[in-house]
């Protein structure tokens, strides 16, 4: 079973006991001071955000009991100030539902991306580079390809994570033959590394939250961390080993570009600034995409937080391509 596309849904339709993974939970209260839960309800095709209002610290507690499962909802479609809302009626646990099927999942099957990533890795050319590269991608494999790029906004589904790492290296390959003074070694590994930290950091890709450490270290701290670890295992000792592993460290330390960003360095190579830009450009494209998923041409979707809270526009008609 799918979720129900609402944009074809009219005014005051209800949908009853809809099956869907409740993948989070927040709450706040609304200008009369009532208590409402923000649900999101989730499949294989994306997801869904329902409020249920009106409600009381029971009712949170009841349902905060059922996030990370599949549950049955009813709610029926409103709209107000031109955006579509969701009325939660009433949840309820589902029985006899296996979970793999509410789960969305990379548009790129695991199989196809181990393949093509591994191609990628082939073409790292110095030795130091290649081992280290090697190993964590090793050490990693397995949650490399099944966790999430992200507990929210961006890849923020099973295999998010190596399908956002794929693109990075499309465009750093794309990129590299545009500006070949950049080192194409340096910049893949850097594409390889900047998140891997994440397989630490996040608890999985189901209700994906944050760990301990993911909250205490984040995953650029576990990286850089990882990255001395595997040093030291392999050996690497020499001069221009050492350099070299502090350049891999400099790059994950720097990918996010600014410290406001919550880099704890700036980008002080080419490599580095390029790595920032190529993650940024993956990211925000992906946002952007889900967002418009559903809007109407001639129409804007609802502000988006994490792309500076703007409302993204659909024109009415686009140019063919040539």
């Known amino acids: 079973m799918q979720l129900i596309d609402v944009q074809k849904l009219q005014d005051g339709t209800t949908v009853e006991n809809q099956a869907c993974l409740l993948s989070s939970l927040t709450h706040g209260t609304a200008n009369n001071g009532q208590l409402y839960l923000n649900l999101e309800l989730q499949d294989s095709t994306g997801t869904l955000n329902a409020k249920l209002w009106q409600a009381n610290q029971e009712i949170l507690q009841q349902i905060a009991a059922l996030v990370g499962t599949v549950i049955e909802a009813t709610f029926v479609k409103n709209t107000y100030r031109n955006q579509t809302q969701l009325k939660v009626l ?36 110095d030795q130091t580079t290649a081992r280290v590269i090697q190993s964590l991608m090793t050490k990693y494999h397995d949650q490399f ?52 930290g994440k397989v630490i950091e996040l608890s999985g890709p189901i209700a994906t939250e944050y760990t301990i450490k993911g909250k205490l270290l984040g995953h650029i701290t576990i990286m850089v961390s990882e990255i001395e670890l595997v040093a030291q295992q392999l050996g690497l000792v020499s001069e221009t080993e050492q350099e070299i592993i502090m350049i891999l460290q400099h790059l994950v330390l720097s990918h996010h570009g600014k410290l406001e960003f919550g880099s704890p360095k700036v980008p002080m190579m080419m490599e580095a600034e390029m790595l920032h830009y190529l993650d940024n450009i993956d990211a925000k494209m992906m946002m952007m995409e889900r967002a418009l998923q559903g809007v109407e041409p001639g129409t804007f979707s609802q502000r988006v937080f994490a792309l500076e809270n703007r409302q993204l526009y659909k024109p009415n008609h686009m140019p063919t391509d040539f």
């Open 90 to 125: 009433k949840i309820q646990a589902a029985t006899n539902v296996a979970m793999e099927q509410f789960i969305e999942q990379a548009p790129m099957a695991p199989e196809a991306m181990q393949l093509e990533v591994a191609q990628y890795v082939a073409t790292i050319q």
């Open 145 to 196: 390809y099944k966790f999430p790029a992200a507990s929210k906004n961006h890849h923020d589904y099973m295999g998010g994570l190596a399908f956002h790492t794929l693109c990075m290296l499309r465009l750093a390959e794309q990129l590299h033959g545009l500006y070949p003074i950049l080192n194409r070694d340096y910049l893949y590994a850097g594409v390889l590394l900047h998140d891997l």
